[in-house]
């Protein structure tokens, strides 16, 4: 079974979107990591094999980019730039101030939590989000667990600091 | 926010847009590819500069084709071709690296591929000045081998110091710097890798 790009980009990219996002807790690299991820989704369409769902598939590339993609990103953090890229998307970006504090929130816990809640939020199920981190599932209930109370600490502690 | 529902339902009700779908998406490169291209461009470069080498020794005047020169000549030529085939075998290991694999998976490979880097310069460099050196020595010689002996002393000293320096300060610094640089790669790739186990 072959697959069409576009019709990909347009079933999933909200979705990665949401994922860079939470993962980068900023909408600049958030942009840049939804980028690269799409572009290496084009680059290895051809090789895709039907061995996994696409959208696991999708997922696995999109996490690894998130991964390597922002070591980078950290040492241009706290730029003029990337200030003002906040300012803005504080203003303006989604119409909604607790998603954007959620996005935030979610991208202070360590890296490997942020995908997997992210993922939770997605409302994956256990055995697919296993598939696409590679983490058993036993070991995955007991993190998403402690996940989920640390979210809601960072949360409800939100701007306190 | 009091239970983990209310996050879900939050991020549910989103409108988070993405961005629209660039159009040039098959001609914009990812940052491994741009690696990539960095060695492969290096590569070519330095194919160039070799090819450049052999056909400035044909081209010489039949006087200065003497074995000296041409032995020196093809011995930096060699190692241009030499250092390209390293470069063109880096860029062969990045573009190896499978983003479609767990997480676990794709981290252990570039720490990998940053481990083999980090061992690649250490061989290199030496290598690199040993043929440099013997090169240069060689067609020094060739060059002033009818000028005073003093001055050819001269050109040796100042050639020899300059390459010491260039090894042992300047090098060995480059390397110290890059080593740490390099570390701090392998360090963050496994704890990130950690976390996935």
């Known amino acids: ?161 | 926010m009091e239970e983990f529902k209310d996050f879900e339902n939050l991020w549910k009700k989103a409108e988070t847009k993405a961005p629209t779908k660039n159009t040039n998406i098959s001609t914009i490169k990812n940052n491994r590819m741009k690696l990539k291209n960095t060695y492969t461009k290096g590569a070519i470069l330095l194919i160039i500069t070799g090819i450049f080498i052999l056909v400035l020794l044909f081209n010489f005047d039949a006087r200065i084709q003497t074995t000296p020169i041409i032995t020196s000549m093809v011995i930096i030529a060699a190692v241009c071709f030499l250092q390209a085939f390293l470069m063109i075998f880096t860029a062969e290991k990045i573009s190896k690296i499978d983003e479609t694999q767990t997480p676990s998976f794709h981290l252990k490979q570039w720490q990998n591929f940053r481990s083999f880097q980090k061992k690649q310069r250490h061989w290199n460099m030496p290598v690199y000045y040993l043929f440099l050196s013997i090169a240069l020595g060689i067609y020094l010689y060739e060059l002033l081998k009818n000028v005073d002996p003093w001055k050819m002393i001269l050109a040796f000293v100042i050639t020899y110091s300059w390459m010491l320096f260039a090894y042992f300060y300047l090098g060995k610094r480059e390397i110290k710097k890059q080593d740490a640089k390099l570390d701090g790669i392998i360090t963050e790739l496994k704890s990130l890798e950690n976390q996935f186990h």
């Open chain 1, 1 to 161: 079974m072959s697959y069409d790009f576009d019709q990909l980009y347009q079933e999933f990219s909200a979705r990665i979107y949401k994922l860079c996002l939470s993962y980068s807790g900023n909408q600049l690299f958030a942009d840049d990591l939804h980028q690269e991820t799409w572009i290496a989704v084009w680059n290895s369409l051809p090789k895709f094999r039907n061995e996994s769902k696409i959208g696991t598939w999708i997922y696995r590339i999109a996490i690894n980019t998130c991964l390597v993609g922002l070591k980078k990103e950290k040492n241009k953090d706290q730029n003029s730039e990337t200030i003002l890229s906040k300012l803005i998307y504080e203003e303006t970006f989604d119409n909604s101030n607790e998603i954007n504090r959620l996005y935030e929130c979610i991208s202070k816990l360590k890296e490997s939590d942020r995908i997997i809640i992210t993922l939770v939020l997605e409302e994956k199920p256990y055995e697919e989000i296993a598939e696409i981190t590679g983490i058993t599932e036993n070991n995955l209930r007991v993190k998403i667990h402690r996940i989920k109370k640390e979210l809601q600490e960072i949360y409800t502690n939100y701007g306190r600091i």
